[in-house]
């Protein structure tokens, strides 16, 4: 069992920059993937980054790529979401999610409760 909590978000102007943190509890978190998703009002949840086990390899989403940066610190049982130059249409609820890698994606049997990033223009 993980459980994960989500903090760091809050209110930017556009272009500006926020680190949202995860920490999670429980005994599995180091053989984990770890992927952070968001949902925006009368959206579908879109899926932002993922970091594997070990750091060693990282994948975004298109409309985040050169702007976020996702790593981990197994010591510190945390993930982070670097964002930068931030835009309106990042604002949405940010999730943190864990779970073992099953093919070519993951199974995220653990989400965290959220935080709200809102970027103003």
């Known amino acids: 069992q993980v459980q994960l909590v989500e903090s760091g978000g809050g209110l930017v102007q556009a272009g500006g920059s926020l680190r949202l943190s995860c920490a999670a509890s429980?005994?599995?978190?180091?053989?984990?993937?770890m992927g952070w998703f968001r949902q925006a009002p009368g959206k579908e949840r879109e899926f932002v980054a993922v970091i594997n086990w070990s750091g060693g390899s990282t994948y975004y989403g298109d409309s985040v790529k050169g702007r976020f940066t996702i790593s981990r610190d197994n010591a510190k049982n945390t993930v982070y979401l670097q964002m930068n130059s931030l835009k309106p249409e990042d604002t949405a609820v940010y999730y943190c999610a864990a779970g073992p890698r099953r093919g070519g994606s993951y199974k995220y049997d653990y989400w965290g409760q959220g935080t709200q990033v809102t970027v103003s223009s």
């Open positions: 429980g005994r599995a978190f180091s053989s984990y993937g």
